[in-house]
């Protein structure tokens, strides 16, 4: 390092600046090893420049100039719409890395790398390297993984789950010693369809065999009421033994004046 510097000819604090530094400890690779994004506007006006923090896996912006990094070659994603929210997620996604990185939060790190490597199980796009993808909506959706698993990683994974069946067999195959915790999921995201059934499109069914509940749309009482019953009754129980048990809810709720919510 001595030899290096006096090679060319800067202090070692200087040169230690001006360097990378990867952390070994910390369980998620966030420096990329090759240039993978930079910045068009900054590239346009100095031809070859490469600028360090185009290397983080969290750089979504140019700090030079506050452009959006692009990928160096070409996105498959140009023409493909970011969401807002997707684009949201994202940055705040970012903002949790780089302060773990710097902080040096290893349990925040693992948290991250269980997460990213639960997104690879679940869309085979977030495997390994998601966070360097030149698919801008990839690497988006890697950061916006590590947002919701820092936030609200249970809900998040049990959304998946209730939209897609096959979701639980993948996590119970790929984490068979996380048996407790999917179980949980599986719960949870029976709930969630049951919810959804109560505030969805199967509600006008649900009212034409339940005369008691005719109403133009669900009110904030019935829904919790419906979560009490499933509280109470379990998300596996008989569908119209919660609706019935939600109705007498409802019912000693309103003669009572209780808030039930
Ligand atoms: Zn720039």
Redesign the pocket.
Same mark, same amino acid.
């Given at each position: 390092m001595d030899g290096f510097c006096a090679t060319l000819r800067l202090p070692p604090l200087q040169l230690g600046s001006m360097l990378l530094r990867r952390r070994a400890e910390f369980p998620v690779e966030c420096i990329s090893w090759s240039d993978f994004q930079h $910045?068009p506007? $900054?590239t346009h006006k100095v031809s070859g420049i490469s600028l360090r923090h185009w290397r983080y896996a969290w750089s979504l912006q $140019?700090e030079? $100039?506050g452009?959006e990094l692009s990928p160096v070659r070409r996105d498959p994603a140009t023409h493909v719409h970011l969401p807002t929210r997707l684009r949201t997620r994202a940055k705040e996604g970012a903002k949790w890395l780089r302060l773990a990185n710097r902080h040096r939060d290893r349990h925040a790190g693992r948290r991250m790398d269980l997460t990213l490597q639960a997104s690879g199980v679940l869309a085979p796009e977030l495997r390994h390297g998601a966070l360097f993808s030149q698919n801008r909506i990839d690497r988006f959706k890697a950061l916006a993984a590590i947002n919701l698993g820092m936030t609200r990683p249970l809900l998040a994974v049990a959304l998946l789950m209730k939209n897609d069946p096959t979701v639980e067999r993948k996590l119970r195959a790929a984490f068979p010693h996380r048996r407790k915790l999917v179980d949980r999921l599986a719960s949870l995201a029976g709930k969630l369809r049951i919810l959804s059934v109560w505030s969805g499109d199967n509600l006008k069914g649900q009212l034409k065999r339940h005369p008691a509940y005719i109403s133009a749309s669900p009110q904030p009482e019935y829904l919790a009421a419906a979560k009490l019953a499933i509280i109470q009754l379990g998300a596996n129980a008989d569908r119209s033994e919660l609706l019935k048990y939600a109705e007498s809810i409802l019912q000693t709720a309103r003669q009572r004046s209780v808030d039930i919510q």
């Open positions: $910045c506007a $900054c $140019c030079v $100039c452009s």
